[in-house]
């Protein structure tokens, strides 16, 4: 079992809906999830992290945690082209992270 | 802004060379770590380190040495470039304790 597993997508979603991108991990002892977004070419860019089971906004996103179902997930509220990008989950293991391997985001106009 | 600068955005390497990349952060980070991206895998860890001097082994540490002599420098280095080490390397660097790591923007390596 991958450590940190995120569907490869792509997901397609229209302008303007919710983009919804879930992460499962196997270590029941992590406590710190990160989730980054990654343009073609370029490097990762963190939106936001996550410690707490709940709900945590920042302006468009909103990140999940859920630690008994080993489960942590990403919204896109008012999803816009310029939201086109992969998405990786991460969970810090140590002193590094760990990361999925990424969803593949469309926003279609 | 925290800056993560790598030396290099595209390098070609002849099979059997020795390559250094380098990495350079500016915000004191006491962790910097080494990944390779490739399409399917996704981002594995290499090598990290959280001091001077430390180094640690991540999951593929095979064919790769790294190198910290300064806190701020942290350089990979592939001591015989093979065809298979053809990838996207990424330096990241954090503070001590957690929080999220900063990204360098990449050097496409390829080995001829």
């Known amino acids: 079992q991958k450590e940190v597993e995120q569907n490869s997508g792509p997901l397609s979603v229209p302008e303007g809906a919710i983009a919804s991108l879930n992460c499962t991990y196997s270590?029941?002892?992590?406590?710190?999830f990160f989730w980054y977004r990654q343009y073609s070419g370029k490097s990762p860019e963190l939106i936001m992290f996550?410690?707490?089971?709940g709900d945590k906004e920042d302006g468009r996103f909103t990140a999940q945690l859920n630690k008994a179902s080993q489960y942590v997930s990403l919204l896109i509220r008012d999803s816009q082209p310029s939201d086109s990008a992969t998405y990786l989950c991460?969970?810090?293991?140590?002193?590094?992270?760990?990361f999925g391997k990424g969803t593949s985001l469309l926003v279609t106009p | 802004d925290v800056k993560v600068t790598q030396s290099s955005r595209y390098l070609v390497k002849r099979t059997g060379e020795k390559v250094f990349l380098e990495c350079v952060q500016d915000m004191d980070h006491e962790n910097m770590f080494w990944y390779r991206q490739d399409p399917g895998l996704g981002l594995r860890l290499i090598y990290f380190?959280?001091?001077?001097?430390?180094?640690e082994k991540g999951d593929i540490p095979e064919g790769y040495s790294v190198s910290r002599e300064k806190k701020e420098r942290f350089s990979l280095i592939l001591e015989s470039a093979s065809t298979n080490q053809t990838s996207m390397y990424l330096c990241?660097?954090?503070?001590?304790?957690?929080?999220?790591?900063?990204f360098g923007q990449g050097t496409r390596l390829t080995v001829v």
């Open positions: 380190s959280y001091d001077v001097k430390m180094k």
């Open positions: 991460a969970v810090k293991k140590g002193y590094a992270l760990n």
């Open positions: 990241a660097s954090s503070f001590a304790g957690a929080t999220e790591a900063f």
């Open positions: 996550i410690y707490s089971n």
């Open positions: 270590d029941r002892g992590s406590q710190s």
